[in-house]
């Protein structure tokens, strides 16, 4: 989603209508809904649809025609809009006023939807779907006497049907009609968990919580895993994790974090490998051991924030060497993107501000001066096989003391509520 679009959605949610809308119309991708899977898709979006209206009791939800109707009985929009940012698998949705199955009342909605907009658009046109073909008139007549009734009763008003700074859009269905302007891009995406489950590794940077998103609106189910060197690392950078799990469970809730121990692992590494490889050989026992953990989870996949020739453990033949040590498919959504790109992400989400807090990652503490940026795969080996004999059972160790936390966004002031 571009930048722009991005401000002129979160404008639209943040609209004060004088009247305000009765309900919001939510769509699905056209492509999605194809064949079986159509139903298990809406019930799927409907679902988390459902955990995101929560805090709002009010608000009820109707199914028709593969489509949503959020009536908001008295909720603000802009809530409800915030809730839905959080789902995948949405198209777009527009916030609607409901009205009679009668031209004069759709016609009055139209003024007083013009008349209450705040700029007052100076051009516009009427856009008719007419999906329920027992309603007298059909679209064009609609269209016209709409359109003819707006000129009269609101001055200063032109017709452009070609690029209108208000397009009043009315929808005539079984029941009702629905009267609104405004089309508010979704997610898009698939639902949650839809498509599988995969480990996320979470640094505390910028580009690994991106990652995750990315990889949850495709429908992956997430569960992240950090590596952290208490007492290298303090507290404070575990409790940033932690506060980026919390960001991200906004969007699957509760969101899993396994926190793995790697202390014991650096300090040996530190110690027996070769300093120029050293962070290759780092981050291939944490893919090694997040296999392990994927076996037990039930995940059969790893999301990394790795970004191409970001720095030298992401030239391409780092990405090489690294990728061999586990046989999962590695996903890495960020991969050829730009650092710009990324970070407005971060900004969408709502991950940059904590991931620019100060920190010790497990890898910089231990970070050589000079790695190589073009690793060679048999020296790595070597290197491994030398180390081998301790490095499966500090491995072993590591998966058999994770601590795994469930986060929620509600979870603020207890966050060391570990299960
Ligand atoms: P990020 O912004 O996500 O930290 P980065 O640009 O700093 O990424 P690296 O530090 O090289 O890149 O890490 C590359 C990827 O390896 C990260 O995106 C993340 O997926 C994984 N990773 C790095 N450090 C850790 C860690 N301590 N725990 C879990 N995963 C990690
Ligand atoms: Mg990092």
């Given at each position: 989603m571009s930048g722009k679009m991005e401000q002129n959605r979160q404008q639209e949610a943040g609209t004060d209508w004088k009247t305000p809308p009765d309900v919001v119309i939510v769509r699905f991708g056209e492509l999605m809904l194809k064949g079986r899977n159509r139903h298990r898709f809406?019930?799927?979006?409907?679902?988390?649809?459902?955990?995101?209206?929560?805090?709002?009791?009010?608000?009820?939800?109707?199914?028709?025609?593969?489509?949503?109707?959020?009536?908001?009985?008295?909720?603000a929009f802009s809530k409800v809009a915030e809730g839905l940012d959080k789902v995948f698998g949405?198209?777009?949705?527009?916030?609607?006023?409901?009205?009679?199955?009668?031209?004069?009342?759709?016609?009055?909605?139209?003024v007083r939807l013009i008349e209450a907009s705040d700029p007052r658009p100076s051009t516009f046109k009427v856009t008719v779907r007419r999906a329920n073909k027992r309603f007298p008139y059909d679209s064009q007549e609609v269209g016209r006497e709409v359109g003819g009734y707006v000129l009269q009763s609101v001055e200063g008003l032109k017709v452009d049907v070609h690029s209108p700074e208000m397009d009043v859009r009315v929808e005539i269905r079984d029941r009702?009609?629905?009267?609104?302007?405004?089309?508010?891009?979704?997610?898009?995406?698939?639902?949650?968990?839809?498509?599988?489950?995969?480990?996320l590794m979470l640094s505390g940077g910028i580009d690994s919580p991106v990652a995750g998103w990315l990889g949850m609106r495709r429908g992956l189910?997430?569960?992240?895993?950090?590596?952290?060197?208490?007492?290298?690392?303090?507290?404070?950078?575990?409790?940033?994790?932690?506060?980026?799990?919390?960001?991200?469970?906004?969007?699957?809730?509760?969101?899993?974090?396994?926190?793995?121990?790697?202390?014991?692992?650096?300090?040996?590494?530190?110690?027996?490998?070769?300093?120029?490889?050293?962070?290759?050989?780092?981050?291939?026992?944490?893919?090694?051991?997040?296999?392990?953990?994927?076996?037990?989870?039930?995940?059969?996949?790893?999301?990394?924030?790795?970004?191409l020739g970001q720095v030298a453990s992401q030239t391409l033949a780092s990405l090489n060497v690294i990728g061999r040590a586990t046989e999962l498919p590695l996903l890495r959504p960020l991969i050829t993107m730009d650092k710009l790109e990324i970070i407005r992400h971060a900004e969408q989400i709502g991950t940059y501000s904590t991931s620019i807090l100060p920190y010790e990652d497990c890898c910089t503490i231990f970070l050589p001066k000079s790695p190589?940026?073009?690793?060679?795969?048999?020296?790595?080996?070597?290197?491994?096989?030398?180390?081998?004999?301790?490095?499966?059972?500090?491995?072993?160790?590591?998966?058999?003391?994770?601590?795994?936390?469930?986060?929620?966004?509600q979870d603020k002031d207890k966050l060391d509520e570990y299960f």
């Open positions: 809406i019930r799927s979006v409907n679902d988390q649809i459902r955990n995101a209206m929560i805090p709002y009791p009010d608000v009820t939800i109707q199914e028709e025609h593969g489509r949503l109707y959020l009536v908001l009985n008295g909720t949405i198209a777009n949705y527009s916030p609607a006023w409901i009205t009679e199955l009668d031209l004069k009342a759709i016609q009055e909605s139209a009702h009609a629905y009267v609104f302007t405004t089309v508010i891009e979704g997610n898009r995406g698939y639902p949650l968990g839809s498509n599988g489950k995969a480990l189910e997430i569960e992240a895993v950090h590596f952290h060197s208490y007492p290298y690392t303090s507290e404070r950078a575990k409790q940033k994790v932690i506060e980026l799990s919390r960001i991200l469970s906004q969007y699957a809730n509760p969101f899993t974090l396994h926190l793995v121990s790697f202390t014991e692992i650096q300090t040996k590494l530190k110690e027996q490998c070769p300093e120029s490889i050293l962070i290759t050989v780092m981050r291939r026992i944490m893919l090694r051991i997040c296999s392990k953990l994927a076996e037990r989870r039930h995940a059969s996949a790893i999301v990394t924030g790795e970004n190589t940026t073009n690793p060679s795969l048999s020296r790595v080996e070597q290197a491994e096989r030398k180390m081998e004999e301790w490095l499966e059972e500090e491995m072993e160790k590591a998966v058999s003391s994770v601590e795994t936390m469930r986060v929620s966004w």
